[in-house]
């Protein structure tokens, strides 16, 4: 199975996703997987339609938010704190390196109100630097 990091015990990142992970990441107690990654951005990139079809088949929940070189929208941020808050369990994201479901998770998380230095700290614990986040997550935890 691909190399998958929590950044709390709700929720993990992982670089690209194929079929053969789903199986695994399902017995290893995930129930929602989220994908970051836009169709076509590299061409031997699974189809998105085709990793929700699997995730199906393993019970898991999916959802595309996709995150383009044109970086991150409230939307997508909301798209996310929407999955949290419904997931009845642990969620996987997945973009290339995981380091965008990494950043979206940090501000859906400073939406919901948690502070920039455990999401920073948390992140760092896996591998990812936000440090460039900071005044982004705390103008999302003022805004909440």
């Known amino acids: 199975m691909t190399d998958i990091?929590?950044?709390?015990s709700h929720f993990a990142v992982a670089p690209q996703l194929t079929s053969e992970d789903l199986g695994p990441a399902a017995q290893a107690g995930y129930v929602a997987l989220v994908n970051n990654r836009p169709d076509g951005e590299e061409a031997n990139q699974p189809e998105g339609a085709e990793i929700a079809r699997v995730a199906a088949e393993h019970g898991l929940s999916y959802r595309a938010i996709p995150v383009t070189h044109a970086g991150f929208s409230l939307p997508q941020v909301d798209a996310?704190?929407?999955?949290?808050e419904s997931a009845n369990g642990?969620?996987?994201?997945y973009c290339r390196s995981g380091t965008r479901s990494a950043n979206l998770w940090a501000l859906a998380r400073a939406r919901l109100g948690d502070d920039a230095d455990t999401l920073i700290e948390k992140a760092a614990g896996a591998g990812?630097?936000?440090s460039n986040l900071r005044p982004?997550?705390?103008?999302?935890?003022?805004?909440?």
């Open 136 to 144: 982004l997550l705390d103008q999302m935890r003022a805004a909440k």
């Open 90 to 93: 642990p969620v996987l994201a």
């Open 5 to 8: 990091r929590p950044l709390d």
């Open 80 to 84: 996310l704190v929407e999955v949290i």
């Open 128 to 130: 990812y630097d936000l």
